[in-house]
């Protein structure tokens, strides 16, 4: 029978009640006779804490360190459900990224999935076994563990399901599914039944919470069946679509707003007339994996500037790289930690100046200041003044323009 993948992630599992209840429904899908992987996050804040108690004990911890750390939360979380699925009289071990054999390669907290070697996973299976995974973690070269990045447990699934060939993968979390803004934010938003993965990839990059962008991306090229559900509800929550879902003439049309806190500014400003700064800067961070969103270049012919956004995380590798570079004396760099970025999510939105104008109008009328509009096919990002949760509550126009 084919095999069905359930991640769940950490506020699904905060509680030692919460824990029981999810352990309830893997043993429901495991007694029908199904083939069940399960995946866990991090218990509750545990990644925040452990993350916390770094900065408490090392100003400039190692990031093998912090890999080491952070790693046990989900470590911990899946010996947990597999004790509590036991108990429930249902097989369970419990496997790190490690024992099941998923390599990574890359930077500490920004690894990428190379390969799975599922067999042990398919063995456990086998003899009637749950393999209950630690998500967001994996293995490298060196044999240290290296994790995926914020939100990676939903990318260790997906990986897994399509590996494995699973008919699907349920990603469990605290909403009923994909909303037009954050429903923590935006109490008016609209629960969508359905997304088109590509769209669902924008929100995901966009600052959407729900899903971590990666496991998405995945979900797409490995045509995983993906659906997104409330843990505490039955209801069939959001399924991601790789075809269809938008009429064909979707063009200037929103799905979504989306918000981002986690945005730091960069520009960078030198007067060197010639063009290999600027890109010999870029390529320095690119070397060390630091990812840059947002990016603008402006020149009068005497004076350039590179702006480009990167996340508070980003931001410290970034000043070292920049500072180290023998290329300092040549220009000048200010950061700005004060903005947050909105986006409007869908077909094409730029091509209707319309949407533009009511989103730098909304802004205005809410106070917030907005910096820059950047447009892409499938998005208008503003960069705005008061990350604070100021700009979140821009979200509040998708709540209403959706009605
Ligand atoms: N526990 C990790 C985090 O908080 C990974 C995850 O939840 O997916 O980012
Ligand atoms: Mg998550």
Redesign the pocket.
């Known amino acids: 029978m084919s095999i069905l993948v359930q991640k769940f992630?950490?506020s699904s599992l905060a509680t030692v009640e919460q824990l029981r209840r999810v352990a309830g429904r893997v043993a429901a899908a495991h007694r029908a006779q199904r083939p069940v992987v399960v995946v866990v996050?991090?218990r509750g804040r545990t990644?925040d804490v452990l993350l916390e108690l770094t900065q408490a004990l090392n100003t400039r911890p190692q990031a093998r360190e912090i890999d080491q750390l952070l790693s046990t939360?989900?470590s911990s979380s899946a010996a947990q459900l597999a004790m509590a699925l036991d108990e429930l009289g249902v097989p369970a071990a419990s496997l790190t990224g490690c024992q099941v054999g998923i390599r990574v390669s890359g930077p500490h907290g920004a690894g990428r999935i190379d390969r799975i070697d599922a067999s042990r996973v398919r063995a456990l299976l086998r003899k009637g076994f749950v393999p209950v995974v630690s998500?967001?973690q994996g293995v490298n070269d060196d044999g240290d563990v290296v994790t995926l990045g914020?939100?990676?447990?939903?990318t260790t699934a997906v990986a897994l399901a399509a590996e494995l060939g699973a008919e699907r993968c349920e990603i469990y979390t605290d909403v009923d599914g994909v909303f037009t803004a954050d429903p923590r934010v935006v109490p008016t938003a609209r629960m969508l039944p359905s997304v088109d993965c590509r769209m669902m990839a924008e929100m995901a990059r966009s600052g959407a919470k729900v899903l971590?962008y990666r496991s998405v991306e995945l979900a797409s090229s490995r045509e995983v069946e993906v659906y997104i559900r409330n843990s505490s509800k039955s209801d069939p929550g959001t399924v991601l679509v790789r075809k269809g879902g938008a009429p064909v003439e979707s063009r200037g049309t929103i799905v979504a707003v989306t918000h981002d806190a986690d945005t730091v500014e960069i520009s960078i400003f030198s007067d060197q007339v010639d063009s290999v700064l600027l890109p010999e800067v870029l390529d320095r961070l690119a070397d060390v994996g630091i990812e840059t969103d947002l990016f603008a270049m402006t020149s009068d012919g005497e004076r350039h500037a590179v702006r480009f956004t990167v996340t508070h995380s980003g931001l410290s590798h970034t000043r070292a790289v920049l500072a180290a570079s023998d290329l300092a004396s040549s220009y000048t760099m200010c950061v700005d930690e004060t903005l947050g970025k909105v986006s409007l999510i869908g077909s094409h939105p730029a091509a209707n100046p319309a949407h533009s104008a009511r989103m730098l109008r909304t802004l205005a009328a809410a106070g917030i200041r907005a910096v820059s509009v950047y447009t892409a096919p499938m998005q208008i990002s503003v960069l705005a003044g008061g990350s604070d949760g100021r700009a979140t509550r821009f979200g509040v126009w998708c709540g209403e323009s959706q009605e």
Do not use: L, N, Q
């Open positions: 992630g950490g996050s991090a990644t939360g989900e998500g967001f914020r939100g990676g447990s939903d971590h």
